[in-house]
């Protein structure tokens, strides 16, 4: 019972916290990438309105990554124990950028003089980036592999804490805020209308453009990695899975065009860049299944035993419909256009 349990079990768990990091890097991608997009944007109030359409909900996305953090810690203890010594700097950085971020969201509604206006919109937009930044650091550092030393089945972490500094990992970083930025401005058309949706629709032409080369880029770039990427985009039968991902992106790509060339089409861009996150998530996943930390450690590798896992699904069971249940009610309730009228404070 146990033995098969041993195997199923990590599935659950693996496909439980992907989700959770999907559901995360969509929900907080579009609030870090309004705040890159801060700073484009000149007129204070504009930039209020901007930040107004997130207000109600940017904390209550952070959940997700907690979850998936903690699912991390619980059920995948090897992961997280070789994982955090490769990534530690990267996610300090992430977390003091997280911080300024939430910190710089409740001083700047406080601030009358144009200076201090000044320094927390910068530290608005500074902590936005450099979060979306690091996660595309952690992201592509995860893709490169990480070096493991593996003794009668005890892994240790061999490399050095500055491992993550390469090109692919800080392309990534650079990505990963880029494709923010596109998420950010296809939101803003959606939420908000007059000079403010037009500046944004033009900004998501070109973030669009450069999103579809980034993930060229990377499409071309992941393979020379390892050779296992290389087997699974273009060899038989495993490219027969992988094939259709392109050709998706592809339509998906001219759908969010045709979307910002409407200009009656509001929800349609927001949606089809939604559906290219997801494209990319599945690539991404396809490339490194079964691997949690690739190209040594699997998910059965990594897992604590059977019993710890069961218990800690009794209690995901009862915390997952609250967190969905939270979020959907928090959107409902704060659905529709944002104006300058509307005040967090």
């Given at each position: 019972m146990m033995e098969t349990a041993s195997s199923w079990l990590p599935v659950v768990w693996a496909v439980l916290a992907a989700t959770a990091i999907f559901i995360y890097v969509i929900l907080d991608g579009f609030d870090l990438g309004i705040g890159i997009l801060f700073l484009k944007e000149r007129d204070h109030e504009n930039r209020s309105v901007m930040m107004?359409?997130?207000?109600?909900?940017?904390?209550?996305?952070?959940?997700?990554?907690?979850?998936?953090?903690?699912?991390?810690?619980?059920?995948?203890?090897?992961?997280?124990?070789?994982?955090?010594?490769?990534?530690?700097?990267?996610?300090?950085?992430m977390m003091l950028a997280l911080i300024l971020r939430g910190v710089s969201f409740e001083f700047r509604f406080k601030m009358t003089s144009p200076f201090g206006r000044f320094f927390w919109d910068t530290a608005f937009c500074g902590g936005s980036f450099v979060a979306a930044f690091m996660q595309g650091i952690i992201l592509g550092t995860l893709i490169q592999g990480i070096p493991i030393k593996n003794e009668n089945n005890t892994f240790t972490f061999i490399g050095t804490s500055l491992d993550w500094l390469t090109p692919f990992a800080l392309f990534c970083g650079l990505a990963v805020a880029i494709g923010y930025s596109l998420l950010g401005a296809t939101w803003l058309i959606m939420r908000c209308e007059g000079a403010l949706q037009e500046t944004m629709r033009r900004a998501a032409y070109g973030l669009g453009a450069l999103t579809l080369l980034a993930i060229a880029i990377i499409s071309v770039w992941t393979p020379q990695l390892h050779a296992t990427y290389m087997q699974r985009w273009f060899e038989w039968p495993q490219i027969a899975l992988v094939a259709p991902v392109p050709v998706a992106v592809v339509i998906v790509s001219l759908t969010l065009f045709l979307g910002l060339?409407?200009?009656?089409?509001?929800?349609?861009?927001?949606?089809?860049?939604?559906?290219?996150?997801?494209?990319?998530?599945?690539?991404?996943?396809?490339?490194?299944?079964?691997?949690?930390?690739?190209?040594?450690?699997?998910?059965?590798?990594?897992?604590?035993?059977?019993?710890?896992?069961?218990?800690?699904?009794?209690?995901?069971?009862?915390?997952?419909?609250?967190?969905?249940?939270?979020?959907?009610y928090s959107y409902y309730v704060f659905r529709g256009k944002v104006t300058a009228d509307h005040h967090y404070h």
């Open positions: 107004n359409t997130i207000a109600p909900v940017w904390d209550g996305n952070e959940t997700w990554m907690i979850f998936g953090g903690a699912a991390l810690y619980g059920v995948f203890p090897v992961a997280y124990g070789t994982i955090l010594p490769a990534l530690y700097l990267p996610l300090l950085f060339r409407n200009k009656n089409s509001e929800i349609l861009p927001f949606v089809a860049t939604l559906l290219l996150f997801f494209l990319c998530f599945s690539g991404l996943g396809i490339n490194i299944w079964p691997y949690i930390v690739p190209p040594s450690i699997t998910i059965w590798m990594a897992s604590s035993p059977p019993a710890s896992q069961a218990f800690l699904l009794c209690g995901a069971m009862f915390l997952l419909p609250a967190i969905s249940a939270y979020n959907i």
